[in-house]
Nanobody, 122 residues
Framework: VQLQASGGGVVQAGGSLRLSCAASGRTSNVFGMGWFRQVPGKEREFVAAITWSGSSTYYQDSMKGRFTISGDNAKNMVYLQLNSLEPEDTALYYC????????????????WGQGTQVTVSS
């Protein structure tokens, strides 16, 4: 499975971005998709996850309400809508695929995209 994340950019505090993740290859093996983020010197942080069917979602508590994950499995796409962005949201955002149940643990995700940078200015 290959993953390609896009949609990052520079936005002012309070603004919004929509990240996209395109999946290709043997997606029939994928159970769920997740978004993570990372800043230099810190561990990768779980943001949200969704089952490939779209029937279930799972969020980092602190991001619930501002961020929304969605998917379109007919197009092999997963999205992350980022609203009310804050400078603390500045990070490299990754999409990833898991073959097992939805989880917040990055080591349970087998496939990873290359990341898309989100920069929020104050």
């Amino acid at each position: 499975v290959q993953l390609q994340a896009s949609g990052g950019g520079v936005v002012q505090a309070g603004g919004s971005l929509r990240l996209s993740c395109a999946a290709s290859g043997r997606t029939s093996n994928v159970f769920g998709m997740g978004w993570f983020r990372q800043v230099p010197g810190k561990e990768r942080e779980f943001v949200a996850a969704i089952t490939w069917s779209g029937s279930s979602t799972y969020y980092q508590d602190s991001m619930k309400g501002r961020f929304t994950i969605s998917g379109d499995n007919a197009k092999n796409m997963v999205y992350l809508q980022l609203n009310s962005l804050e400078p603390e949201d500045t990070a490299l955002y990754y999409c990833a695929a898991t073959l097992g149940p939805l989880t917040r643990y990055s080591h349970r995700y087998y496939y990873w995209g290359q990341g898309t940078q989100v920069t929020v200015s104050s």
